[in-house]
């Protein structure tokens, strides 16, 4: 995914669902591998030995979720 076409997506979302939607990280099913920190267009993961999501800097995009080989993230319901 381009970043043109990630800005596209961010655009799209209404204002009041990126403040409420976020990533939220299974940690058992996450193995630490790092792909969702690299996809993320907005750098609110960080990964240690598991995933660490920015609730307040995440933006809700879901392309972590999208990205994620173990299924460990998703995104909160608001």
């Known amino acids: ?3 043109s ?3 596209k997506r961010l ?9 409420k939607r976020h990533a ?3 940690r058992t099913r996450c193995t630490g591998c790092g792909m969702c920190e690299r996809v993320c267009p907005v750098g609110a993961i960080r990964v240690t030995y598991v995933a660490h999501v920015d609730a307040e800097r995440c933006t809700g995009c879901g392309i972590c979720v999208e990205n994620c ?5 998703s995104l909160s319901g608001g």
Request: no cysteine; net charge positive; charged share 25%.
């Open 1 to 3: 995914m381009r970043l």
């Open 5 to 7: 076409d990630v800005r």
């Open 11 to 19: 655009q799209k979302l209404a204002p009041a669902t990126r403040m």
């Open 24 to 26: 939220v990280v299974d």
């Open 69 to 73: 080989p173990q299924g460990a993230l």
